[in-house]
């Protein structure tokens, strides 16, 4: 069973910073991608960033040069992070972790998301 702990959201002003953090574990043995999704209020969710094993990145048009993605891995667990920086209110959704291609024993989970963490960048 693959597990995804999000931590990080909150109240920030216009123009601050968070970052979030998404632990995966659950006797992982590899994941082909993690990422990060948004869902505003009455909008459809929408990818944020992504990084694959392999370490390429992706990120939506409206982050580039704001957010960055970074992802660490230790024996026990995979943690992908989102820096996220010069915040605007339009950033203003609940944020999800997502993990793609996650192998447990001999299966292979097509898409495991998060709970979600809500961000509200407003003064």
């Known amino acids: 069973q693959v597990q995804l702990v999000e931590s990080g959201g909150g109240l920030v002003q216009p123009g601050g910073s968070l970052r979030l953090s998404c632990a995966a574990s659950?006797?992982?043995?590899?994941?082909?991608?993690m990422g990060w999704y948004r869902q505003a209020p009455g909008k459809e969710r929408e990818l944020v960033a992504d990084?694959?094993?392999?370490?390429?990145?992706?990120?939506a048009d409206s982050v580039k040069g704001r957010f960055t993605i970074s992802i660490s891995k230790d024996n026990a667990k995979s943690t992908v992070y989102l820096q996220m920086s010069s915040l605007k209110p339009e950033d203003t959704a609940v944020y999800y972790c997502?993990?793609?291609?996650?192998?447990?024993?001999?299966?292979?989970?097509?898409?495991?998301w998060g709970q979600g963490t809500l961000v509200t960048v407003s003064s």
């Open positions: 997502n993990c793609k291609g996650t192998v447990v024993g001999i299966i292979k989970h097509p898409e495991v």
């Open positions: 659950g006797s992982i043995f590899s994941i082909d991608a």
């Open positions: 990084i694959t094993r392999g370490g390429s990145t992706n990120y």
